[in-house]
T-cell receptor, first 113, second 116 residues
Framework: NAGVTQTPKFQVLKTGQSMTLQCAQD?????MYWYRQDPGMGLRLIYY???????DKGEVPNGYNVSRLNKREFSLRLESAAPSQTSVYFC????????????FGSGTRLTVV | GENVEQHPSTLSVQEGDSAVIKCTYS??????FPWYKQELGKGPQLIID?????GEKKDQRIAVTLNKTAKHFSLHITETQPEDSAVYFC???????????????FGRGTSLIVHP
């Protein structure tokens, strides 16, 4: 089925370890996004890529880096994981016009111990 | 920047009752207001949206209303069913703008529980 695919679905890291969350979409969307979701905090934007070749910081970028590998793929990297980065991470994609809405992936539940 | 407040954070209703979730926004330039439903273990999914040139929109049991003057908008679910139990997010954004300003600002979510 067409949509946004995130891997892995679950991950446990030790403090200081690094990892990359992968995201791919097959809807030919221009824009892609990374959000984190914490209890009572809603969805907070980490980074986004308005189009292939561009990336920009969102509301909470510290501790993260991103790569827009091509039009389909947008990865999120944690260089040195901290317990404060324990969260559920969602990737989303959209057409440039937000009226068509976001399509979200099913999320990655990350625990940093 | 835009600020979206959403209330209540938790809403518990009996099956068949109506549920109302309210949001306010701060940026008068916002002109597009989507609502997302997030079921347990899944990503949010767009369920309905409204544009600033429309005051109300309905789709079967759900409806959204918008008051531009007061800068608030609401989601109404009638005849609730257990499968309506989920977290609902409102959002506000600006269509037709450049840079990152078109990106929606989300509310903090409402956990709706429908008791059979």
């Amino acid at each position: 089925n067409a949509g946004v695919t995130q891997t892995p679905k679950f991950q446990v890291l030790k403090t200081g370890q690094s990892m990359t969350l992968q995201c791919a979409q097959d809807m030919n969307h221009n824009s892609m996004y990374w959000y984190r979701q914490d209890p009572g905090m809603g969805l907070r934007l980490i980074y986004y890529s308005a189009s292939e070749g561009t990336t920009d910081k969102g509301e909470v970028p510290n501790g993260y880096n991103v790569s827009r590998l091509n039009k389909r793929e947008f990865s999120l990297r944690l260089e040195s994981a901290a317990p404060s980065q324990t969260s559920v991470y969602f990737c989303a994609s959209s057409l440039r016009d937000p009226r068509y809405g976001y399509t979200f992936g099913s999320g990655t539940r990350l625990t940093v111990v | 920047g835009e600020n979206v407040e959403q209330h209540p954070s938790t809403l518990s209703v009996q099956e068949g009752d109506s549920a109302v979730i309210k949001c306010t926004y701060s940026d008068s330039a916002s002109n597009y207001f989507p609502w997302y439903k997030q079921e347990l273990g899944k990503g949010p999914q767009l369920i309905i949206d409204i544009r600033s040139n429309v005051g109300e929109k309905k789709d079967q049991r759900i409806a959204v209303t918008l008051n531009k003057t007061a800068k608030h908008f609401s989601l109404h679910i009638t005849e609730t069913q257990p499968e309506d139990s989920a977290v609902y997010f409102c959002a506000a954004s600006k269509m037709g703008t450049s840079g990152g300003s078109y990106i929606p600002t989300f509310g903090r979510g409402t956990s709706l529980i429908v008791h059979p």
